[in-house]
């Protein structure tokens, strides 16, 4: 079973940018929204944002809407979340994964074929 790549952390300062990539196979992007989480030390794992291919809907948790946007590169089978004004508070491990369909309730959907995730680091 294929499992998800991600990359593109790094460490920036609070309101710097860092776009995040999530490689899949062209199946996976066809047939499942992907959704990005995130886990913070000493904390849960918890959903930031989900995607569903088709049709093109996406999904936020409160606290990165108007800053973070999920998208998807059909031709790279890639899922990208471009991640805007970061806060220290968006320090994290972040991870993507896929399920059959999102909809606003994705941070309690079922979850497969996670990657190792991709550290982000924002300081103040």
């Known amino acids: 079973e294929a499992h998800a790549v991600e990359s593109g952390g790094g460490a920036v300062q609070a309101g710097g940018s860092l776009r995040l990539s999530c490689a899949a196979s062209?199946?996976?992007?066809?047939?499942?929204?992907i959704g990005w989480f995130r886990q913070a030390p000493g904390k849960e794992r918890e959903g930031v944002s989900c995607?569903?291919?088709?049709?093109?809907?996406?999904y936020y948790v409160d606290s990165v809407k108007g800053r973070f946007t999920i998208s998807s590169d059909s031709a790279n089978d890639t899922v990208y979340l471009q991640m805007n004004d970061l806060k220290p508070e968006d320090t994290a491990v972040y991870y993507c994964?896929?399920?059959?369909?999102?909809?606003?309730?994705?941070?309690?959907?079922?979850?497969?074929?996670w990657g190792q995730g991709t550290q982000v680091t924002v300081s103040s």
């Open positions: 062209r199946d996976t992007l066809q047939r499942y929204a």
């Open positions: 994964a896929w399920t059959t369909t999102c909809n606003r309730r994705f941070t309690k959907l079922p979850f497969a074929s």
């Open positions: 995607l569903n291919g088709r049709p093109n809907l996406t």
